[in-house]
């Protein structure tokens, strides 16, 4: 089945540990983007990708790195968890027409 | 800056209608989305105005007035299932494309 997917679905790990959340579309869309949902907050962007090559930072980049070396993979990585990063974490894809196709998200943990 | 809101909470009864506005202020403009979140899974796309206007779908419909920064998502023919939340999210152009979302609104329907 196409579409977006993330791994781990959830995980617990202690402060101070790198951790990296994969994600991998097999639609072949061209941006890709990470948000963080806490409760009250909505979405907030992390990091996004327009195109293989290129990344930006959105509304909450502090803390994380993104990489972009192909088109389907779009991993996040935490290099040194703090417990204000403890959130659902979603990557999601575009297609042409801007709308968004989500991963069942990432439940992250910091202790 | 981008700003999105939209009111928290709303409590509509089965069979009515519920208006759930969205007012934005962001530079770029590019597009409103509205999606559906149901607790604990991942948003779907419910629609997306770009030019002034109602777009009908079905029970649901959207407007947008782009003078205004102001959209609204009407669900008629409430059903029980229509419990969850409606996410306003807006397309910018500005540094780089992206989508960034209001807080959403919980919608709760009653029988």
């Known amino acids: 089945i196409a579409g977006i997917t993330q791994a781990p679905t959830s995980q617990i790990l202690a402060a101070g540990r790198r951790m990296t959340l994969r994600c991998t579309q097999d639609?072949?869309?061209?941006?890709m983007y990470w948000y963080r949902q806490d409760l009250g907050l909505g979405l907030r962007l992390i990091h996004y990708?327009?195109?293989?090559?290129?990344?930006g930072k959105g509304e909450v980049p502090d803390g994380y790195s993104v990489s972009r070396a192909n088109t389907d993979d779009f991993p996040l990585t935490l290099a040194s968890a703090v417990p204000s990063q403890t959130s659902v974490y979603f990557c999601?894809?575009?297609?042409?027409?801007?709308?968004?196709?989500f991963g069942e998200g990432s439940r992250l943990t910091v202790l | 800056g981008q700003n999105i809101d939209q009111p928290t909470e709303m409590t509509a009864t089965e069979g009515a209608i519920v208006q759930i506005n969205c007012t934005y202020q962001t530079s770029g403009f590019n597009g409103l989305f509205w999606y559906q979140q149901h607790a604990g899974e991942a948003p779907t796309f419910l629609s997306y105005n770009v030019l002034d206007g109602l777009e009908e779908k079905g029970r649901f419909s959207s407007f947008l007035s782009r003078s205004k920064g102001y959209s609204y998502l009407l669900l008629k023919e409430l059903q029980m299932k229509d419990s969850a939340s409606y996410l306003c999210a807006v397309d910018s152009l500005a540094g780089g494309f992206k989508t960034i979302f209001g807080a959403g609104t919980r919608l709760f329907v009653k029988a």
């Open positions: 639609m072949r869309h061209n941006a």
């Open positions: 990708s327009n195109t293989a090559g290129t990344t």
């Open positions: 999601a894809s575009s297609s042409d027409t801007g709308e968004l196709f």
